[in-house]
């Protein structure tokens, strides 16, 4: 490294918390000699852009920060952890530090471009130079727009040929270790600065009413990514809509949290899937394999990126305009696991205590929500999971919120679940929901799905009386299923140039 310039560059973490195929980070190391590695809390901006991450996501995320920063300390460096604007911050500090460089990752959600651009312009007034790269997504995602036409790929079916067409994405970059930091230092004054230590959820004025079932970090990360794929015979025959919904051990791998804020590369996790592969005679395939997976996570990515308003039904090219129904009511008891109806509650307890719940759980309870029974918009219940789940992410939200009111991409809206057969199919028994509604846990098994048709003795008998210990359901779903689905009927008979844009072939 004896040759490299000497840059003073700010390195800003914002996803991508990790040393891990990190190639911005590695060019920050490489090209300076002072590297003040940085992280923006910026509770109004937040708020502005309506990004509502709760208690248990900023607990993951502050445990992230915690390992970046005390890595960082081993190799001579720290994290700062800036309160407030990006932007004042970046005005003020480029001056004070003599900054010659920025370095970050290219995220591609409309609320961190507005800010980007902001920044760049800053740095780009003051001389300074922003060196990007991508990392967070397989592909450079306007790469495999410009692939597509100019236009992104919108059934999975297109994405697929496109991907085909590309190649394998790039390999994962080298991991950032104690040779790249050799020569880079920090003043011991930016080093003692008290104002940028580590955020609190006391301070940000949050508090977690549940122990971390999820650990945040990049060890725990590639700890978990090194044990789902140990079992190679479960990799080769992973098949999404196999696994259960309901089983208290996950059926799936949970990297979801580590991939959203990127303390996982979805770029390793992919090539180490590849490994397995290339050694087997046979293995599932996509959509329902373990890439198949990356790349529905990969199709949103760039759907949500090239799609104006992708976040809301009006000015959303994709999106059907359906006349959903407003009920607080009915919403408050949704998201408090108050609707009477076991295996959802318990999927919904599920998300608020552990931040975390399967995918076809995700479909059950959004269904619901939605053209199943409540006919309540899909941006409520949005906003409800951005609220708590651990890896909420912006365009896989939206993306399948839209999937599953069939408001965009799923087009067979005939097919609605129902909210007591659908968890049986795996858990017959329910021990899913005397795990967690243990005010149902002695109902014998003919009944756990309906309490509300125990008869009063067995009610009795189990200790819980329903309407009075339990809700009692809060539609009658047959009847409520049956007038959503009319109403869905119209909708699609008088919007069908909209559900032309996004009619592919299912999960
Ligand atoms: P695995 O099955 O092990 O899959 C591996 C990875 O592939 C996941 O970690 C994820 O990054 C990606 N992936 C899997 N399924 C999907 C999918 N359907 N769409 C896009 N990427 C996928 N996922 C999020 O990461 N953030 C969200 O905010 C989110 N919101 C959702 C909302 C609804 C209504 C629904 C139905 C699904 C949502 N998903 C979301 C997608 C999916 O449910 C989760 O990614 C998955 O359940 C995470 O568990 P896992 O890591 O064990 O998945
Ligand atoms: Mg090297």
Same mark, same amino acid.
């Given at each position: 490294?004896?040759?490299?310039?000497?840059?003073s560059?700010?390195?800003w973490?914002?996803k991508?918390?990790?040393?891990?195929?990190?190639?911005?980070?590695?060019?920050a190391?490489?090209?300076?000699?002072h590297?003040y590695?940085?992280?923006?809390v910026?509770?109004n901006w937040?708020?502005?852009?309506?990004?509502?991450? %709760?208690?248990n996501?900023w607990?993951?995320?502050?445990?992230?920060?915690?390992e970046?920063?005390?890595?960082?300390?081993?190799? $001579?460096?720290?994290l700062?952890?800036v309160? %407030?604007?990006a932007? &004042?911050?970046?005005?003020?500090?480029?001056?004070?530090?003599?900054?010659?460089?920025?370095?970050?990752?290219?995220?591609?959600?409309?609320?961190?471009?507005?800010?980007?651009?902001a920044v760049?312009?800053?740095?780009?007034?003051? $001389?300074?130079?922003?060196?990007?790269?991508v990392a967070?997504?397989?592909?450079?995602? &306007?790469?495999?727009v410009?692939?597509n036409?100019?236009?992104?790929p919108?059934?999975?079916?297109?994405?697929?040929?496109?991907?085909?067409?590309m190649?394998?994405?790039?390999?994962?970059?080298?991991?950032?270790t104690?040779?790249h930091?050799?020569n880079?230092?920090l003043?011991?004054? #930016?080093?003692?600065d008290?104002?940028f230590?580590?955020?609190?959820l006391e301070?940000? /004025?949050?508090k977690?009413?549940?122990? #971390?079932?999820?650990?945040?970090?990049?060890?725990e990360?590639?700890?978990? !990514?090194?044990?789902?794929?140990e079992d190679?015979?479960?990799?080769?025959?992973?098949?999404?809509?196999?696994?259960?919904?309901?089983?208290l051990?996950p059926?799936?791998?949970?990297?979801?949290?580590?991939?959203?804020?990127?303390?996982?590369?979805?770029?390793?996790f992919?090539?180490?899937?590849?490994?397995?592969?290339?050694?087997?005679k046979?293995?599932?395939?996509?959509?329902?394999? !373990?890439?198949?997976?990356?790349?529905w996570?990969?199709?949103?990515?760039t759907?949500? #990126?090239?799609?104006?308003?992708?976040?809301?039904?009006?000015?959303?090219?994709?999106?059907?305009?359906?006349p959903?129904?407003?009920n607080?009511?009915?919403?408050?008891?949704?998201?408090?696991?108050?609707? /009477?109806?076991?295996? =959802?509650?318990?999927?919904?307890?599920q998300?608020?205590?552990?931040?975390w =719940?399967?995918?076809?759980?995700?479909?059950a309870?959004a269904?619901?929500l939605?053209? $199943? &029974?409540?006919? =309540?918009s899909?941006e409520?219940?949005?906003?409800v999971?951005?609220?708590?789940?651990?890896?909420?992410?912006?365009?896989?939200?939206?993306g399948?919120?839209?999937w599953?009111?069939?408001?965009?991409f799923?087009?067979?809206?005939?097919?609605?679940?129902?909210?007591?057969?659908f968890?049986?199919?795996?858990?017959?028994? $329910?021990?899913?929901?005397?795990?967690?509604?243990?005010?149902l846990?002695?109902?014998?098994k003919?009944?756990?799905y309906?309490?509300?048709? #125990?008869?009063?003795?067995?009610q009795?008998?189990?200790?819980?009386?329903? /309407?009075?210990?339990?809700p009692?359901?809060?539609?009658?779903?047959?009847e409520?299923?049956?007038?959503?689905l009319?109403?869905?009927?119209?909708?699609r008979k &008088?919007?069908?140039?909209?559900?032309?844009?996004?009619l592919?072939?299912?999960?």
């Amino acid at each position: 490294m004896a040759n490299k310039v000497q840059h003073s560059t700010i390195h800003w973490f914002r996803k991508g918390l990790r040393f891990h195929d990190n190639p911005s980070l590695l060019h920050a190391l490489r090209t300076s000699h002072h590297v003040y590695p940085v992280y923006v809390v910026d509770q109004n901006w937040m708020r502005d852009h309506d990004i509502r991450y %709760g208690a248990n996501w900023w607990r993951f995320v502050i445990q992230c920060l915690e390992e970046l920063d005390t890595r960082l300390r081993k190799y $001579g460096l720290r994290l700062f952890v800036v309160r %407030g604007s990006a932007e &004042d911050f970046f005005k003020e500090h480029i001056r004070k530090w003599k900054i010659t460089q920025i370095t970050h990752d290219v995220d591609t959600e409309p609320f961190y471009l507005i800010r980007d651009v902001a920044v760049k312009k800053i740095a780009s007034d003051m $001389g300074v130079e922003v060196v990007t790269h991508v990392a967070h997504t397989l592909y450079d995602i &306007d790469r495999t727009v410009e692939r597509n036409g100019g236009t992104p790929p919108l059934t999975y079916r297109k994405f697929l040929k496109v991907y085909n067409e590309m190649g394998k994405p790039p390999k994962e970059k080298e991991t950032a270790t104690a040779e790249h930091f050799a020569n880079c230092t920090l003043p011991t004054e #930016a080093l003692q600065d008290r104002n940028f230590d580590m955020v609190t959820l006391e301070e940000l /004025g949050m508090k977690c009413d549940f122990p #971390a079932k999820f650990v945040g970090g990049e060890t725990e990360a590639l700890r978990r !990514l090194e044990k789902s794929l140990e079992d190679k015979d479960w990799v080769l025959k992973f098949e999404k809509p196999k696994t259960s919904p309901n089983s208290l051990l996950p059926s799936t791998t949970v990297l979801s949290p580590y991939l959203t804020v990127g303390c996982l590369s979805a770029r390793l996790f992919y090539h180490q899937l590849d490994k397995i592969y290339s050694k087997a005679k046979n293995h599932s395939q996509p959509p329902v394999s !373990l890439h198949g997976q990356l790349i529905w996570r990969e199709f949103f990515y760039t759907a949500a #990126a090239h799609t104006p308003n992708f976040n809301q039904m009006e000015g959303n090219r994709v999106c059907l305009q359906i006349p959903w129904k407003k009920n607080d009511e009915h919403l408050t008891r949704w998201r408090n696991a108050q609707t /009477g109806f076991p295996w =959802i509650d318990a999927v919904m307890t599920q998300l608020r205590t552990e931040g975390w =719940i399967h995918h076809l759980a995700r479909h059950a309870v959004a269904c619901f929500l939605t053209r $199943g &029974d409540l006919w =309540i918009s899909w941006e409520e219940g949005m906003k409800v999971f951005e609220e708590l789940l651990l890896d909420a992410d912006w365009s896989l939200n939206a993306g399948n919120w839209m999937w599953l009111s069939a408001s965009a991409f799923f087009h067979q809206y005939f097919r609605v679940y129902s909210p007591v057969v659908f968890g049986k199919k795996t858990d017959p028994k $329910g021990t899913f929901i005397r795990h967690y509604l243990p005010v149902l846990k002695n109902f014998p098994k003919e009944y756990i799905y309906e309490p509300w048709k #125990a008869p009063r003795n067995v009610q009795e008998k189990a200790g819980c009386i329903v /309407g009075k210990d339990y809700p009692r359901p809060i539609v009658d779903h047959k009847e409520a299923s049956q007038r959503n689905l009319d109403i869905m009927r119209d909708v699609r008979k &008088d919007q069908k140039e909209t559900a032309a844009v996004t009619l592919g072939y299912g999960k």
